[in-house]
């Protein structure tokens, strides 16, 4: 930057106090030159490698040496110039004004093509010490981006406008920073997007990339990448390479490829950066490599020869659109050393197409290792002269076109009605500023029928050709093979004719991932500490389903459904109840009409047998209550199987509770009983005349509807409704009778269970009658087995799944139903059916009489 403070502060100088300056120096430069009324500079990297100076800021730095000799920068010159000989031939463009130029050689280098600028806007080296205002009013230059920066950043202050043609790096499309900066090839901002587009298409989505160690490289990766990201893409690895770099970093790179697993590598990489990298690529025989070119270099002729197809072959890359200028064809076929004695570089190109130099030159580079005869003539079959299929060529060519326009808008005013009235300003008055701020409005459409003009950046509007490499008769030729474009909605549109394409591979299309792409019913899990495009294959859980190839997460299927076994398609779940035709279902089913039978039959011996002393001790009335309830307890279950329904769901709650009060309400009836008979043979207690027929069957009742009366508000407030049961984590659907009202169905278990408690305090306390036949013992044990059975119930009812807990809940209703029967009336049937000699009165009283006696 101080350089350019000191260059701005020297122009302001020469400007506004002309007589004070004086020039301290003059740079050496090699150009070709011809005088106008106008003059227009240019700029182009004629060598493509200049030698490492050490600069020791004690003497003045010699003058750079520059190698090697550009064919093609060459022919960029040579069309610049003929151009604006035709524009001189033009009465309608700049009517008798001759435009002129000066051309120079950047040698591809940031500080010789600085050197290049300020000799430019300096005059003419020849007119000594005299001060003058830049001479040229604009600017054809530079082919690499780092280039154009350089002049675009020294030259922005004065306002002098540079047009460039090649140089495509985003960052020059600022326009705060590069104000009189425009370009004729589109930014790489759009050449970054068409590239994402290109390798998503083909379903690339781990890729290696190259860049030059410059603007050009690093703002073309950086906007790939941005672009990339979006679209699930990853860059395996970023090598950086400069035509300037030693063999030992140029190494380094290519052992980074062998040893890569990829198998696409883009190269954001200028032409003569990535030469000899590919030099030595092929001398190790890389092959196998499908490669993405930029337009820097996927059309350069150096590059496209057969030698360098077996490693680079099928390379695809974004290029401008192709033009034909036939009258530049004879200008490229009469170059001749012996007709242009002083023009310069003209004995370069002749020593690089025929082999030898002009011996007229040799004054002046007096080591040539062959002088020509001059009978020699350069293969007119070379792509030099072909002008059939230009692209760079055509970007110069329209650049100075361009500026011509602008120059044309400046000089000339225009009436109403369209037509060139006169000049509006001198030629003399032309200023560089004024030019820049016309080639914003320039806008034509050139003779091969293009629109040209620049968006508030500078730019042009961006389309591409997609080319491929492609071996024809012996020659790399450049086949389209599809097409970048902006759309009407503002979007893009990517044309690619696959079938047109020619891989390195052959003609199958390469496949570049790091992982293979996930198969229906797994989900992608990132490898830790790899890029997202690395991944394992995940099978999705059960309930989660993936119907597409490469999916990030599984899906989760809706509640009523559940995952196949290749979990890729979701089912209906299965319906879970405890139904009458499975196995369980039976088993409870059968059990239950078994103790419903022996029940019965209990009640049917008792009836037939109620005269018998021992029913009638029993109190024969509440034995055959207990034993109808009884009946019912073992039908209830029958309520519990089957799908459930809004009947069944308040039938089976409110049965069970109803019977099993009605059954402990009798046993209870039972037990006082007994405890009344002990008491009344105590002297002077008439309670068992207080307690008769009658009041037993009011304990009875009074018990019984207080269960009802619990089950009445129950239904009428929050009565029990089937309910679906959905599990995540299960694949069945449970099907169940909601309590619609956990507080009133625990009260329902609370009322039996403190009704079997009374019963079971009563019991105990009447335990050691005196009686041969005890009924407090049997209740006792009966009252034990009842609760114990459902104590045990409520945690294996809460923890059982599915229909399982109904099966619980028949257990425990079939369990203590049977216990009930069992310890109260089998002794009973026993001694009736069995030991039918102790039925008697005696019998029974007999352990009483005993004691008395």
């Known amino acids: 930057?101080?350089?350019?403070?000191?260059?701005?502060?020297?122009?302001?100088?020469?400007?506004?106090?002309?007589?004070?300056?004086?020039?301290?120096?003059?740079?050496?430069?090699?150009?070709?030159?011809?005088?106008?009324?106008?003059?227009?500079?240019?700029?182009?990297?004629?060598?493509?490698?200049?030698?490492?100076?050490?600069?020791?800021?004690?003497?003045?730095?010699?003058?750079?040496?520059?190698?090697?000799?550009?064919?093609?920068?060459?022919?960029?010159?040579?069309?610049?110039?003929?151009?604006?000989?035709?524009?001189?031939?033009?009465?309608?463009?700049?009517?008798?004004?001759?435009?002129?130029?000066?051309?120079?050689?950047?040698?591809?280098?940031?500080?010789?093509?600085?050197?290049?600028a300020l000799t430019l806007v300096s005059g003419s080296e020849e007119k000594g010490s005299e001060c003058h205002p830049p001479p040229i009013t604009a600017l054809v230059a530079e082919s690499g981006s780092t280039q154009s920066l350089v002049v675009a950043e020294a030259l922005g202050p004065f306002r002098v406008p540079m047009v460039s043609y090649f140089s495509a790096c985003a960052c020059l499309s600022d326009k705060r920073k590069y104000p009189t900066f425009f370009r004729t090839i589109p930014s790489d901002y759009h050449q970054a997007k068409a590239q994402a587009l290109l390798v998503k298409q083909f379903g690339w989505t781990w890729i290696g990339a190259l860049q030059s160690d410059n603007d050009y490289g690093r703002y073309g990766i950086a906007a790939f990448a941005k672009e990339a990201e979006g679209l699930g893409i990853c860059i395996a690895f970023v090598g950086t390479i400069l035509r300037t770099y030693p063999q030992s970093k140029l190494l380094e790179v290519v052992d980074m490829i062998k040893k890569s697993n990829v198998k696409v590598i883009l190269a954001v990489v200028a032409e003569g950066d990535l030469y000899p990298l590919m030099l030595e690529v092929l001398k190790q025989n890389i092959t196998g490599i499908q490669w993405i070119a930029t337009v820097g270099w996927v059309t350069a002729d150096r590059p496209s020869t057969p030698e360098m197809f077996k490693s680079f072959g099928g390379t695809i890359g974004f290029v401008v659109p192709k033009k034909a200028i036939p009258k530049l064809g004879p200008v490229l076929r009469d170059i001749n050393p012996y007709q242009e004695l002083n023009s310069s570089f003209v004995s370069d190109f002749w020593e690089t197409m025929v082999g030898c130099k002009p011996l007229s030159s040799v004054n002046v580079l007096p080591n040539i290792t062959k002088i020509c005869r001059g009978n020699e003539k350069p293969d007119y079959t070379n792509k030099f002269f072909d002008v059939t299929q230009l692209r760079d060529v055509y970007k110069v060519y329209q650049a100075v076109y361009a500026i011509a326009h602008a120059l044309h808008q400046v000089v000339f005013c225009e009436m109403p009605g369209g037509n060139v009235s006169r000049k509006c300003l001198n030629v003399s008055d032309i200023t560089p500023k004024r030019v820049s701020e016309q080639l914003k409005d320039v806008h034509f459409v050139d003779q091969f029928g293009?629109?040209?003009?620049?968006?508030?950046?500078?730019?042009?509007?961006?389309?591409?050709?997609?080319?491929?490499?492609?071996?024809?008769?012996?020659?790399?030729?450049?086949?389209?093979?599809?097409?970048?474009?902006?759309?009407?909605?503002?979007?893009?549109?990517?044309?690619?004719?696959?079938?047109?394409?020619?891989?390195?591979?052959?003609?199958?299309?390469?496949?570049?991932?790091?992982?293979?792409?996930?198969?229906?019913?797994?989900?992608?899990?990132?490898?830790?500490?790899?890029?997202?495009?690395?991944?394992?294959?995940?099978?999705?859980?059960?309930?989660?389903?993936?119907?597409?190839?490469?999916?990030?997460?599984?899906?989760?299927?809706?509640?009523?459904?559940?995952?196949?076994?290749?979990?890729?398609?979701c089912i209906m779940k299965v319906t879970e109840f405890l139904s009458y035709t499975e196995t369980m279902g039976i088993v409870l089913v059968a059990l239950s009409l078994f103790g419903a039978c022996l029940t019965f039959s209990t009640l049917v011996v008792f009836i037939h047998f109620r005269e018998t002393p021992i029913v009638k001790a029993n109190n024969s009335e509440l034995s055959l209550l207990l034993l109808v309830s009884l009946i019912l307890c073992f039908l209830c279950p029958l309520t519990f199987i089957g799908e459930p329904t809004v009947w069944s769901c308040m039938l089976r709650h409110t049965t069970f509770g109803i019977t099993f009060a009605l059954c402990i309400s009798c046993v209870l009836g039972k037990t006082i009983v007994v405890v009344t008979a002990f008491r009344a043979t105590l002297p002077g207690n008439n309670m068992a005349a207080k307690?008769?027929?009658?009041?037993?069957?009011?304990i009875v009742c009074s018990c019984t509807v207080i269960q009802v009366v619990i089950c009445i508000l129950w239904l009428n407030i929050s009565p029990p409704f089937p309910d679906k049961l959905y599990e995540q984590r299960n694949k069945k659907i449970i099907l169940e009778c909601n309590t619609g009202s956990d507080a009133a169905f625990y009260s329902v278990l609370g009322y039996i269970s403190l009704l079997a408690v009374i019963c079971l305090v009563l019991a105990f306390l009447a335990r050691k009658l005196p009686d041969n036949f005890n009924e407090a013992k049997v209740i006792t044990f009966s009252m034990l087995i009842f609760c114990a059975v459902w104590i045990t119930f409520i945690p294996a009812y809460i923890s059982s799944p599915g229909k399982y807990t109904v099966a619980v809940e028949i257990f425990a209703i079939l369990s203590s139903a049977f216990g009930l029967l069992f310890c109260i009336f089998m002794p009973k049937c026993y001694i009736i059916l069995i030991k039918p000699e102790k039925n008697t009165k005696k019998h029974m009283m007999g352990k009483n009489t005993k004691h008395a006696g």
Request: glycine share 8%; net charge negative.
């Open 691 to 698: 307690f008769g027929p009658a009041q037993q069957r009011g």
């Open 450 to 569: 293009e629109e040209v003009y620049f968006d508030e950046n500078g730019d042009p509007p961006a389309t591409y050709e997609l080319v491929n490499w492609q071996l024809i008769k012996g020659e790399v030729q450049h086949i389209p093979v599809g097409y970048f474009s902006p759309s009407a909605n503002g979007k893009y549109d990517l044309v690619i004719y696959k079938d047109k394409i020619i891989w390195n591979t052959g003609n199958l299309t390469p496949n570049a991932v790091c992982s293979e792409i996930c198969p229906l019913g797994t989900r992608k899990a990132r490898i830790k500490g790899l890029p997202v495009c690395c991944f394992d294959c995940i099978p999705c859980a059960d309930g989660s389903i993936s119907n597409t190839t490469g999916a990030a997460d599984c899906i989760i299927c809706p509640i009523e459904y559940w995952s196949n076994e290749r979990k890729d398609s």
């Open 1 to 116: 930057m101080g350089m350019l403070n000191i260059l701005h502060l020297c122009f302001l100088l020469c400007t506004h106090i002309c007589s004070a300056c004086k020039r301290l120096g003059t740079f050496e430069m090699q150009d070709v030159f011809k005088e106008g009324d106008i003059m227009i500079g240019g700029i182009f990297p004629i060598s493509n490698k200049q030698d490492n100076i050490l600069a020791s800021f004690y003497t003045t730095p010699p003058k750079p040496q520059c190698k090697g000799f550009d064919l093609r920068s060459f022919r960029w010159i040579k069309t610049m110039m003929f151009a604006i000989d035709e524009i001189n031939r033009d009465d309608r463009l700049l009517p008798n004004i001759s435009l002129g130029y000066r051309i120079v050689d950047s040698c591809a280098s940031p500080t010789i093509v600085l050197r290049a």
